[in-house]
């Protein structure tokens, strides 16, 4: 079936560092959604993408959809302690039909 | 403004015990969906419903059941609970019908063990 990589698996940043992580797949999709967990707490979406070459920005945050449709990238820019947490991407409307999450990157920010 | 909202919160059973996870939204949305959330594994789609009245097995449906009450509530089901069901469960919806790229939109998961 379909699979998303996802990296990197972890990171260990200084507060104000900016950060960029990935996904990419073999596969084509029409949908990249990027979402952020934090513990004991449920998967939270930060942004969505519907259209090849998209970028979108959500404060703090952009997130691009590949122009092949096979990959998508979230960056995070001036990061602060309250971006800590696991960061996952999910790619839609597949062959397989179905919402395909990464294993997510754990972000964790020194102060 | 609850969104997702899905009891227990915390579990625990013994293996063989039976249980039902709730879920609600208050969204108006068609489609719904339970996932779990493992270690190094991500979340895997356990069951969906993308409309009131319908439910399809997702990738790991072995052991569960599901039921799309009305068009607010799909709740889950472990019949037999499982060493291996020893997971947070979450629960999902989405606005249209169906998976293919929607946006969806998660509860705040149920911690279950089972011991």
């Known amino acids: 079936g379909q699979q998303l990589n996802q990296s990197p698996q972890s990171m260990f940043i200084q507060e104000g560092e900016d950060v960029s992580m990935n996904c990419t797949s073999s596969?084509?999709?029409?949908?990249w959604l990027w979402y952020k967990q934090e513990p004991g707490e449920g998967p939270v979406l930060l942004i969505a993408?519907?259209?090849?070459?998209e970028l979108t920005s959500n404060g703090r945050l952009t997130a691009q959809f590949g122009i092949t449709r096979k990959d998508s990238f979230l960056n995070i820019s001036a990061s602060i302690p309250s971006d800590v947490g696991i960061y996952f991407c999910?790619?839609?409307?597949?062959?397989?039909?179905?919402?395909?999450f990464g294993k997510g990157t754990k972000l964790s920010v020194k102060p | 403004n609850a969104g997702v909202t899905q009891t227990p919160k915390f579990q625990v059973l013994k293996t063989g015990q039976s249980m039902t996870l709730q879920c609600a939204q208050d969204?108006?949305?068609?489609?719904m969906y339970w996932y779990r959330q493992d270690p190094g594994m991500g979340l895997r789609l356990i069951y969906y419903?993308?409309?009131?009245?319908?439910?399809d097995k997702g990738e790991v449906p072995n052991g569960y059941n599901v039921s799309r009450l009305n068009k607010r509530e799909f709740s889950l089901r472990l019949e037999s609970a499982a060493p291996s069901q020893t997971s947070v469960y979450f629960c999902?919806?989405?606005?249209?019908?169906?998976?293919?790229?929607?946006?969806?939109?998660f509860g705040e998961g149920s911690w279950l063990t089972v011991v």
């Open positions: 596969s084509i999709f029409n949908t």
């Open positions: 999902a919806s989405s606005e249209v019908g169906g998976l293919g790229g929607n946006t969806i939109y």
């Open positions: 419903s993308a409309s009131e009245g319908t439910t």
């Open positions: 999910a790619g839609g409307g597949g062959s397989q039909g179905n919402l395909i």
């Open positions: 993408l519907y259209k090849a070459g």
């Open positions: 969204m108006n949305h068609n489609s």
